[in-house]
């Protein structure tokens, strides 16, 4: 298990990371998004013991980087965000250098290069020069290097930003292998789909703090009970405003597109009864649901970007949409 307990992180009087903590499961694809600036890339390089924190602590299994960094860094197969300046080395030269440097060497360090890059698709690129491949063949010649000591964790800075959907759709599934055979894998990426479809437990990180983290079923559900209803009508608009702002279940009432979204407080029985109370009150209502859970719709409301109106008057003689 990955443990973060009370990570703080300042760059001059910059707080970077806020008191941040994390427990991450053996075995788990945990997401970790964010909006830029939240201090992801902090908090990975800190797991990565790349870096150290000014208070808190990192743990693998109990170990610390402090503890035996050597030891603490085998663990981890780390992918940043960012390649490196390796141009004049060819593929092949990229992968036994670096495993020459975790101790690879001779046949053993050409047979395991050979192994991965068949692994990424890269066997045809060995002799390639490194500056000669595109973004998304370096993505995987990164994965590749972070596998050739076979990690038990693997991290990975923003890994599908800015390749195309095909490289996207092979790396997700390699992502896929990884985590099924065992392999606990560490995503920092703000493509959102990517993460609700490979990832099975999330934290959210906004301003240095963790703001929700969970198994990601459990969140999905328990934010879809909470988000609003979506209420879309066939006329009368501003009186069906006016009617449920006088609703004792409605908390506040907002306006997305032509939709009125409703902050609602009460049981599936009571949406029910709400709905029950339009009809009957002669308002054509088109459709009556509640919002569907998805993680951007979690993020925005976590990370207070959403962009959502919220009526705070109304003019009940206002001509209806």
Known sequence: ????????????????????????????????????????TTAIKIMTGIIYPDEGSVTIDDMRPEDDLIKYKSMIGYVPDAFGIYNNLKVSEYMEFFAACLGLHGMESRKKTEQ????????????????????????????????????????MDEPTSGLDPRTRYEFKQMVGELSDRGKTIIISSHILSDISELCTDIAIIDQGSVVMSGRLMDVMKLVTAENPIIITMAGKTMQAIKFLREDDTVKSIAIKGNDIMVNFAGSSKDEAGLLKRLVDAGLPVRSFSREKGSLESIFMQLTGHGEEHTILSYDATEPDN
Do not use: T, W
């Open 116 to 155: 991965l890059l068949e692994y990424v698709d890269l066997s045809d690129r060995a002799d390639f020069y490194v500056e000669a491949l595109s973004r998304g063949m370096k993505q995987k010649l990164a994965l590749a290097r972070a596998l050739i000591n076979d990690p038990p964790i693997l991290i």
């Open 1 to 40: 298990m990955i443990r973060v307990d009370g990570v703080k992180k300042f760059y001059g009087h910059f707080c970077a990371l806020d008191s941040l903590s994390l427990k991450i499961s053996d075995g788990s694809l945990f997401g970790f998004v964010g909006p830029n600036g939240a201090g992801k």
